[in-house]
């Protein structure tokens, strides 16, 4: 149905899912108050704007569609990143640490090897807190942020589909659990450097800095809330079963879902109850924890659904598409990493990621059911899909836009009361000096 549908959509059908994504990426920047009280209008108007003239014109395959994408992407998605975004919220880190450059690159390199488990989201949100901390009295401090939003809210994220959105959708459309641990070698390439980079510029404003003379009551560094990373475990354990465990399949409104796919919504969302249940109250008040950050994305990702059906039809569709001049744009796998990266970088990368996942799928396996198209692209073209991860994962590192976390470590950060670049500084003194030379080595060391 996919198929059929997008061969007849023209591409005026995408304008609803542009403004979506636009909506997004601007109004925060020009009109942020205006947003802040109006952003689920703006989502339900873009949303309308599309459903309403798709089930009026299409109507059993816009029905289909727009059931389809609410059942089997959006919910399984929410509920992923809810489950890692309150059981995180549950630990917190104690004890003092100094700031120095050794002791804050030791805490991102740990940031970094844990965001592919627990998710870009879940990691900032456990050690954003202490590395804020830890500065505090450093006068030289947004740097330290920027460099944490570059590896744990993004490059740390590559190894597992826990790690990152886009690679959770990837795994709801049949790409396997320990697939993109192959995307190791790309994620060290990136991530050794960056370290690197760090760590001589922290010690550069280190010796710039004024002296550390009063350290207070020194506290050993533990933990509160250890029955969370218990949870984690779980969590990982669920999602891990759900895609290898066939259960069979149900049919729910007409659309298809895998039954260990429902037993796993189902068990996060009991985890995440059980653990918000037993995590004392002064962890989530130390934490500054609220529902605001899931409440949002929740709405946000509402409308970047709904809006992205035509979008995914017509690539699908291949060259018998209205967008198939993008499908003959991206032709090797240097051309995906580039377009889905520098989507992701002003955009989400989630539906980004899922876009170009179906640009390769229309391209090189037009036609095909998505189960039997996907298995002969891990195959046949493996290296498209690295391409593609690796541009959603490492470059929503771009902008403050370019992933969930990014906005919500700088929000962390500013109410510290450190002074962060604003959008376009972040983009002229980090991304281009420091991530795009990255981004070369990457592509002609793996994707030439």
């Known amino acids: 149905m996919d198929h059929e549908l997008g061969t007849v959509l023209s591409a005026w059908w995408t ?30 108007f873009w949303s309308l704007a599309l459903a309403l003239p798709l089930l009026a014109l299409h109507r059993a395959a816009g029905t289909h569609h727009l059931i389809e994408v609410i059942l089997v992407d959006y919910i399984p998605f929410i509920v992923i990143l809810w489950a890692l975004y309150t059981v995180a919220s549950g630990i917190f880190v104690t004890g003092t640490m ?41 006068k030289h401090r947004a740097h330290t942020v920027v460099f944490f939003i570059f590896l744990v809210s993004n490059v740390g994220g590559a190894l597992t589909p826990l790690g990152d959105p886009p690679l959770f959708l990837g795994f709801l459309h049949g790409v396997p ?33 004024p002296p550390k003379t009063v350290y207070g009551v020194r506290e050993r560094v533990g933990l509160i809330g250890w029955q969370n990373f218990f ?35 189902a068990a996060l969302l009991m985890i995440s109850l059980v653990s918000f249940r037993t995590t004392p109250e002064k962890i989530h008040r130390d934490n500054l924890f609220s529902w605001g950050p899931v409440k949002e994305v929740a709405v946000l990702f509402a409308g970047i659904f709904i809006t992205m059906i035509p979008a995914i039809a017509i690539l699908r569709a291949g060259d018998e598409g209205a967008l198939s001049g993008m499908v003959d744009l991206a032709r090797a796998p240097r051309h995906y990493f580039w377009l ?58 771009n902008t403050y836009i370019g992933n969930a976390p990014n906005f919500m470590v700088k929000s962390i950060a500013e109410h510290a009361g450190i002074s962060m670049p604003g959008f376009f500084g972040y983009i002229v003194k980090y991304t281009i000096p420091v991530l795009m030379p990255l981004f070369l080595i990457v592509m002609f060391v793996f994707f030439r």
């Open 15 to 44: 304008i609803p899912f542009a403004g979506m994504l636009l909506s997004i990426a601007l109004f925060p920047l020009f009109a942020r108050h205006f947003w802040e009280r109006h952003y689920a209008k703006v989502t339900l």
């Open 98 to 138: 100094h700031g120095t450059p050794l002791q804050n690159t030791l805490m991102i390199a740990a940031g970094t090897a844990l965001a592919s488990w627990v998710g870009t989201t879940g990691a900032s949100i456990v050690m954003v807190r202490p590395l804020v901390r830890a500065i505090a009295w450093r």
């Open 177 to 209: 659990f320990f697939w993109t641990l192959r995307l190791f070698p790309m994620m060290l390439v990136l991530a050794l450097p960056l370290l690197v980079i760090y760590f001589a510029l922290d010690s550069w404003y280190y010796r710039h800095d």
């Open 231 to 265: 949870f984690l475990i779980v969590i990982v354990m669920v999602v891990l079963a759900s895609g290898t465990w066939n259960a069979g399949t149900v049919r729910i409104l007409g659309v298809e879902r895998e039954v260990s796919g429902l037993i796993r919504d």
């Open 340 to 397: 889905t990266g520098g989507l992701s970088s002003f955009l989400d990368n989630a539906p980004t990621y899922l876009t170009f996942f179906n640009t390769a799928l229309g391209a090189l396996e037009p036609g095909k059911p998505e189960s039997e198209a996907v298995k002969h692209l891990l195959t046949t073209h493996a290296h498209y899909l690295e391409a593609i991860s690796c541009g959603a994962v490492f470059m929503g590192a």
